[in-house]
């Protein structure tokens, strides 16, 4: 079974920086991207990032891009969320997903994490 | 980046009644276009993806449709497990974007 357990959330001070990560069992994590997909409260969807399977390439929105950074250890079969110079506008609850193997080559999640909350306040 | 336009933002229904959930996209995606369903406490669930095939384990009362820029998820005969919220996501081109949902609610 498809397991993805996020950890790392919790309430941090604008500016400041927290890593999540995302534990992954039950299939083989380095055969597939990874990606991070938020939920601001009350919100939608978000994207934040993917990954490829050996980390060599790495995709951003705009609204992350130089403050955030994806990472992967394969050996670990672990995903990680390196997020620095937080805003107000980044709480959100943070969700790991798996990249499908098939599609386009920005693809769709066919697993997804129960979520982490991230809450950035003074 | 496409913007995905998802209405209605609510509908509420009764169990045995058909539904419909429309998906538009600001410019074609071809028929790159998932749709996924979100429960209180569980992780998000794949349901449809290039725009028509169920995701395996995906009941068959569910369905979509469409390509370009209109899609649709239909769900027919509702069960009492469907009353939950619904997001489209398109996957043409980076940024992958999500609608803003859909609530089907009891009636």
């Known amino acids: 079974e498809v397991q993805l357990v996020e950890s790392g959330g919790g309430l941090v001070q604008p500016g400041r920086s927290l890593k999540l990560s995302c534990a992954a069992s039950?299939?083989?994590?380095?055969?597939?991207?990874m990606a991070w997909v938020r939920q601001a409260p009350k919100k939608g969807l978000e994207w934040v990032a993917t990954?490829?399977?050996?980390?060599?390439?790495?995709y951003y929105p705009d609204s992350v891009k130089g403050r955030f950074t994806i990472s992967r250890d394969n050996a670990k079969s672990s995903l990680y969320l390196q997020m620095n110079s937080l805003k107000s506008e980044d709480t959100a609850t943070y969700y790991c997903?798996?990249?499908?193997?098939?599609?386009?080559?920005?693809?769709?999640?066919?697993?997804w994490g129960q979520g982490v909350m991230v809450t950035v306040s003074s | 980046d496409v913007q995905m336009t998802q209405s209605p933002s609510y509908l509420a229904a009764s169990p045995g009644e058909s539904v419909s959930i429309s998906c538009k996209a600001s410019?074609?995606?071809?028929?790159?276009l998932a749709w996924y369903q979100e429960k209180p406490g569980k992780a998000n669930k794949l349901l449809i993806y290039?725009?028509?095939t169920l995701q395996s384990g995906t009941p068959s009362r569910f369905s979509g449709s469409g390509s370009g820029t209109d899609f649709t998820l239909t769900i027919r005969s509702l069960e009492p497990e469907d009353f939950t919220v619904y997001y489209c996501?398109?996957?043409?081109?980076?940024?992958?974007?999500f609608g803003a949902g859909t609530k089907l609610e009891l009636k």
């Open positions: 997903a798996r990249r499908t193997n098939y599609g386009s080559y920005v693809g769709f999640f066919d697993y």
């Open positions: 039950g299939f083989t994590f380095s055969n597939y991207y």
């Open positions: 990954i490829s399977t050996s980390g060599s390439r790495t």
């Open positions: 410019k074609s995606i071809s028929t790159y």
């Open positions: 290039s725009g028509s």
């Open positions: 996501q398109h996957y043409n081109e980076y940024p992958p974007t």
